[in-house]
Every structure is written in C-alpha cells, then in structure tokens.
C-alpha cells in the first residue's frame, strides 16, 4: 500500500487555472495506474483521469482539452494540470493509485467561482 497527499486546491476564478500534485509515501515507478478522482458536494466520486507508468493517459469527456495528468516517478508525484476552469469543476480531487490494495488521498478541495 502507499499514502498520498494532494495538494495545490483553492479558490480560482472562471477561466483560471491550478496544479494539483499528489506526492506517494514511496516510489511509484512499479504502480502501473495511477488516477485523479473527484466528488462534487451531493454527487457520486466520479473518474477524471489516469495514467499508466508509460506515461498513456486519458481523460474525462468534460475535462478532454483543459486538463492534463501527468507524474514524475523520480519524484514519486502525480500531477494534475488544470486550465480553463468552469464552476462544474468545483469538487474535492482525490489521488488514487491502483495498488492490490487500493490507496486514496485525503482530498483537496478546488473551488471555482467568481
């Protein structure tokens, strides 16, 4: 198992833009998917997107073109690019790292309002 911690959320205005970084409690380089999560209050945790230690991604219809993950296994960090925000994006983003036994982050939130 691995712990991880996210961070980078805040407030942003519409349009604006913010880096999530996910930092792993060991090395990540042997985890084959790793993968942001987010849950807007009231709804389910939905997929927004993974990446595979090669470095293959994919995305969320909603947020194709506006958000890019990526991760730095040196570093034992994953990151999420997040441009062009909306107020839909509003939510708590979890880092998740697909593991035999399955690992979360605690969370962080970013909201998107003016």
């Known amino acids: 198992q691995v712990q991880l911690v996210e961070s980078g959320g805040g407030l942003v205005q519409p349009g604006g833009s913010l880096r999530l970084s996910c930092a792993a409690s060991?090395?990540?380089?042997?985890?084959?998917?790793m993968a942001w999560y987010r849950q807007a209050p009231g709804k389910q945790r939905d997929l927004v997107a993974t990446?595979?230690?090669?470095?293959?991604?994919t995305y969320a219809d909603s947020v194709k073109g506006r958000f890019t993950i990526s991760r730095d296994n040196a570093e034992n960090t994953v990151y999420l690019q997040m441009n062009s925000l909306k107020p839909e994006d509003t939510a708590v983003y979890y880092c998740y790292a697909f593991t035999p036994l399955p690992s979360w982050g605690q969370g962080t939130q970013v909201t998107v309002s003016s």
């Open positions: 060991r090395s990540i380089f042997s985890i084959f998917r």
């Open positions: 990446i595979t230690n090669a470095g293959t991604t």
